[in-house]
């Protein structure tokens, strides 16, 4: 087991003086935003180590630090692309405008965006809304009727329309690099409150937001499949630990096992709320005497009610594939080199499971590979990750120890430099997650 404790060094001239202008790009920023804009189009999402080193960031100058940074990202993000303006709802529309992403390997992606009321102050609730598997057109449209109608106001609302009916999952990478860009693109428009994004979907929107809700929950406030039901193996609960999970399904829809499936989930959720003292929120139900068709309106008014924990304490993640792809990080854990994982082999994913105690400036770390099923385990043996730490986590004018599997790997003062404020900000792409500091850890 290798530690290290180096910390790249950002360089941005005028040390952590603040953008007075985002427009106005003075010569050493110019190296930062091509940093950015490199890892953005990147849609594996291989983060790269910034290419320069730079400044050590004072406790007091982080604020400011941060601030220079962020106007940096958000610069690089609107050179490439934004967000349209959102439609405001109101009754005596009859059609919305349709909006269009280009797709990697894969056909264009029509959608709706639309608001509800007037925007909070802190920006409003979105809600990515994903529908079922019927012919496309029909669909989009139903899915934008209900969305009109359910009680969240204010919100807003991407709906997007399957690209090729031929590959009708909303999970696949095409999909998946299209749901980075929105949460990328929304976290820097101003428009939305980053705390409060949820996903949701029917029938094979179900399934499909049952499985992103866990890949992405480090970005969401919550999710609600309906008439749904994912083996849990698609959709590990324990990356649930954080967020809200509503789940509605029929009590008489037995197709492809979605009412048993909705029970284990329940049981599951049960479990773990138990077991982890409330950290496992969620309201799953069994509509009487509904099938595949149910009350859809409860979903929304039940997540609106949670915000995001950008900066969770104790975090549980199943490091899981989705169509053969696996996320590099997850809230403010990094994977620097591959773990050795691959789909369909029999330890295809891993468990870690981190506990942050700043009361003693301790972590406590583990990490295990596991099979689909959570039935055997195995030793991880190859792989290095960094664990990303802020004030909110720890006390970073002290030493922070660092313990795995039991044992002391390190316990000494960590580095903060601007240099890895732009490696998570090139990560996460989250204002919420620029850490100035992370401890680097041979597994």
């Known amino acids: 087991m290798k ?3 180096y910390i790249l060094l950002l360089a941005f001239s005028a040390g952590n003086a603040q953008i007075a202008n985002a427009e106005k790009v ?3 920023d110019s190296l930062t935003l091509n940093y950015f804009k490199k890892n953005i189009q990147q849609h594996e999402k291989s983060v790269m180590g910034y290419p320069s080193q730079g400044n050590p960031v004072k406790i007091s100058m982080l604020d400011q630090s941060t601030k220079k940074v962020w106007e940096l990202w958000k610069k690089a993000n609107t050179d490439l692309s934004e967000l349209p303006e959102p439609t405001l709802a109101k009754p005596e529309i009859k059609t919305y405008p349709v909006h269009q992403w280009l797709m990697k390997e894969e056909d264009p992606m029509p959608f709706y965006y639309f608001s509800k009321e007037s925007q909070p102050a802190t920006g409003y609730p979105l809600f990515l809304n994903l529908h079922g598997s019927g012919p496309k057109i029909g669909e989009f449209n139903a899915t934008i009727g209900w969305s009109l109608r359910y009680k969240d106001a204010p919100a807003i609302y991407f709906i997007p329309q399957i690209p090729n009916e031929r590959r009708y999952r909303w999970w696949f990478k095409p ?5 980075e860009k929105l949460f990328r693109l929304a976290m820097i428009s101003g428009k939305v409150d980053v705390n409060k994004i949820y996903v949701m979907g029917i029938s ?3 399934y499909g937001s049952q499985r992103l809700g866990a890949f992405y929950a480090d970005y969401l406030a919550g999710a609600g499949p309906m008439a749904g039901g994912e083996p849990l193996r698609n959709a590990p609960v324990l990356n649930y630990r954080n967020i809200a999970f509503s789940f509605q399904t029929g009590e008489n829809d037995n197709g492809f096992g979605r009412n048993k499936l909705t029970k284990r989930a329940k049981l599951v959720f049960d479990s773990l709320q138990t077991v982890y003292k409330g950290g496992f929120t969620h309201k799953i139900e069994l509509q009487t005497a509904k099938g595949h068709a149910i009350d859809y309106t409860k979903t929304t008014p039940y997540l609106i009610q949670y915000a995001r924990n950008p900066q969770p304490s104790a975090i549980s993640w199943v490091l899981f594939p989705m169509d053969g792809r696996y996320r590099n990080g997850f809230y ?6 591959a773990l050795g994982l691959k789909e369909g082999e029999e330890f295809d994913r891993a468990v870690f499971d981190v506990n942050m105690d700043k009361s003693k400036n301790t972590i406590y770390l583990d990490v295990k590979l596991e099979d689909a099923e959570g039935q055997k385990s195995a030793a991880v043996k190859q792989g290095e990750i960094s664990i990303f730490l802020s004030p909110k986590l720890m006390d970073l004018s002290k030493k922070v ?4 599997k039991g044992k002391v790997v390190f316990n000494d003062k960590v580095k903060l430099s601007d240099a890895v404020l732009a490696e998570s900000c090139a990560l996460f792409g989250d204002p919420e997650r620029l850490f100035p500091a992370k401890i680097t850890l041979s597994l």
């Open 332 to 337: 403010n854990i990094s994977i620097n080199k």
């Open 26 to 28: 003075i010569p050493s």
């Open 204 to 206: 094979e929107g179900g």
């Open 401 to 404: 120890k660092l313990m795995y």
């Open 175 to 179: 999909e998946q690099y299209a749901w």
């Open 3 to 5: 530690l290290n404790k």
